[in-house]
T-cell receptor, first 113, second 113 residues
């Protein structure tokens, strides 16, 4: 059973470009969570999604950031008009309806130049 | 005040030592407590998971929760160089927020031969 798959693993964007980060949850998992890890900081919750629904986006910046989890395909975290402060590791986690454990992917490291 | 406080270390111990990692939390709604291990440039992996106050043991690892003092601990016995990693404590309020975790800053542990 494959784990949580994130791609790309590394992403370089110039200031002002868009970044798209993808997350395929573990098989059978319908709950997806996105986290951001800034240098020297811990993981910070961003958003919680189920298929086609945003359940909790209390950790998302108000502007430029959006997330979706369509009926088919991976979850996408989109960052528009990236700035240097967006440089971080972005992690996705998934859980099933019955588990309380969240399993993390390997992360996407975004560098804005 | 952060909801979960963790001493970032770094902590350096000789092989075979007993390691004690600690966190405190302030949110009384937190019900579940986890310890994650994160190797450099990897995603966090779940080590231990507890719900109630008391101890939970798994091999060389013991997780301890004291809800009355809002204190979380992880003990590693007979530490090995392969235990060198960042250890993250995390909590959540359960219910519909199983994967919405609040993390401590992480403690960097080095076990030297």
């Amino acid at each position: 059973n494959a784990g949580v798959m994130q791609n790309p693993r590394h992403l370089v964007r110039r200031r002002g470009q868009e970044a798209r980060l993808r997350c395929s949850p573990m098989k059978g998992h319908s709950h997806v969570y996105w986290y951001r890890q800034l240098p020297e900081e811990g993981l910070k919750f961003m958003v919680y999604l189920q298929k086609e629904n945003i359940i909790d986006e209390s950790g998302m910046p108000k502007e430029r950031f959006s997330a979706e989890f369509p009926k088919e395909g991976p979850s996408i975290l989109r960052i528009q008009q990236v700035v240097r402060g967006d440089s971080a590791a972005y992690f996705c986690a998934s859980s099933s309806d019955l588990d309380t454990e969240a399993f993390f992917g390997q992360g996407t490291r975004l560098t804005v130049v | 005040q952060k909801e979960v406080e963790q001493d970032p270390g770094p902590l350096s111990v000789p092989e075979g030592a007993i390691v004690s990692l600690n966190c405190t939390y302030s949110n009384s709604a937190f019900q579940y407590f986890m310890w994650y291990r994160q190797y450099s440039r990897k995603g966090p992996e779940l080590l231990m998971y507890t719900y109630s106050s008391g101890n939970k043991e798994d091999g060389r690892f013991t997780a301890q929760v004291d809800k009355s003092s809002k204190y979380i601990s992880l003990f590693i016995r007979d530490s090995q160089p392969s235990d060198s990693a960042t250890y993250l404590c995390a909590s959540n309020a359960g219910g519909t927020s199983y994967g919405k975790l609040t993390f401590g800053q992480g403690t960097i542990l080095t076990v030297h031969p």
